[in-house]
């Protein structure tokens, strides 16, 4: 959820923006979980938010900070990693000389 957050907000946006940029990904999220990771990634230092006003309505804006970035970029290679090795596994059985024991 950590990093599907933060490849989203790599463009500012607002709570419902992101909620539902989340689950037009595949990745639908309730509120009760959005807005608490929002508030720990910001009190981490990987988000920034602002309130501004908008069609008339307060609303908070959210986006990466230099850390975020940088930590979005470490771990999208470690996730590419981990994908590769799950791939080379999958595509790969048995080839550990155990015959499958």
């Known amino acids: 959820m950590i990093?599907?957050?933060l490849a989203a907000l790599r463009t500012e946006q607002y709570g419902y923006?992101?909620?539902?940029?989340l689950e037009d990904?595949?990745?639908p999220v309730d509120e009760g979980t959005l807005y608490p990771l929002l508030r720990r990634l910001e009190s981490q230092g990987l988000l920034e938010?602002?309130?501004?006003e908008e069609d008339k309505r307060k609303k908070r804006f959210y986006r990466l900070t230099q850390s975020g970035t940088e930590i979005f970029a470490r771990l999208m290679t470690e996730w590419q990693s981990i994908g590769e090795a799950v791939a080379h596994l999958h595509t790969d059985p048995g080839?550990?000389?155990h015959g499958g024991q």
């Open 49 to 52: 938010s602002q309130w501004r």
């Open 25 to 27: 990904g595949g990745m």
């Open 3 to 5: 990093l599907a957050v």
């Open 17 to 21: 923006t992101l909620r539902k940029r």
């Open 95 to 97: 080839e550990s000389g």
